[in-house]
């Protein structure tokens, strides 16, 4: 079964610190790997997107990582600031269909304390 | 940013009344998506379209209907709102190809949706 698993579900850290969330995945065969940031009440926002050859991928103070031997991704927040409060959701795509079906993970909420 | 719209934002509507959620992009996208999302929840695909007069039904079962008439317009129908109806819909469009190209997909703000 095609499944994407994030860790932790929530995370609170201090305001200039950095953080990693994990993001591990079942989807196969496998096509590329996005990281989506919410707000809360908002629609997700696009943060990386990376494909088969791609191990890491930067957006600012976001770095994305990706194993595809192991089906494990992860971001790194560097710096963290009160706006980067927010849930964060992996979200995988596989080519096994015309659709490029997109697989969601339930996020990881993280606040950033003061 | 993203040229994707949605309204109305927040609704509060009576069991059995009809509701329209619209959405709108000004990119010129092909492809559209309904996603339906409760809280901490994923995302689940309830609408797509690849094209104008195209539209299929997604992953989760859903009692609401689409049309794609115009290229830009995507909007999504509940013909007799139930409280289960009640959510965050989110609308989203992304350029031809799929999901496996990469393409970025940009999604709206987001409607919520309570029936009570």
């Known amino acids: 079964k095609n499944q994407v698993e994030q860790s932790p579900q929530s995370l609170i850290i201090l305001e200039g610190k950095n953080c990693t969330l994990q993001?591990?995945?079942?989807?196969?065969?496998?096509?590329?790997l996005r990281w989506y940031k919410q707000d809360t009440g908002r629609g997700p926002v696009s943060l990386t997107i990376?494909?088969?050859?791609?191990n890491t991928k930067s957006n600012g103070r976001y770095t994305a990582t990706l194993d595809a031997d192991t089906k494990q991704s992860s971001l790194h927040i560097t710096a963290s600031q009160l706006s980067d409060s927010a849930s964060y959701i992996c979200?995988?795509?596989?080519?096994?269909?015309?659709?490029?079906?997109?697989?969601f993970g339930r996020g990881t909420q993280l606040t950033v304390w003061p | 940013e993203a040229d994707i719209y949605q309204t109305p934002r927040y609704l509060v509507i009576g069991t059995g009344k009809k509701i329209t959620l619209e959405c709108s992009q000004t990119m010129g996208h092909d492809k559209m998506y309904w996603y339906q999302q409760d809280p901490g929840m994923e995302l689940h695909l309830i609408h797509y379209?690849?094209?104008?007069?195209?539209?299929e039904k997604g992953d989760l079962s859903s009692e609401s209907t689409v049309s794609r008439i115009r290229t830009e317009h995507f909007p999504l129908t509940l013909e007799s709102a139930r409280p289960s109806h009640t959510s965050q819909y989110l609308c989203?469009?992304?350029?031809?190809?799929?999901?496996?190209?990469?393409?970025?997909?940009?999604f709206g703000e987001g409607s919520w949706l309570t029936v009570v």
């Open positions: 993001c591990n995945y079942t989807v196969s065969p496998f096509s590329n």
């Open positions: 979200v995988v795509s596989d080519r096994g269909s015309t659709l490029g079906r997109l697989y």
């Open positions: 989203a469009s992304s350029e031809s190809g799929t999901g496996s190209s990469g393409n970025t997909i940009y």
């Open positions: 379209s690849y094209g104008v007069n195209s539209t």
């Open positions: 990376m494909t088969f050859s791609e």
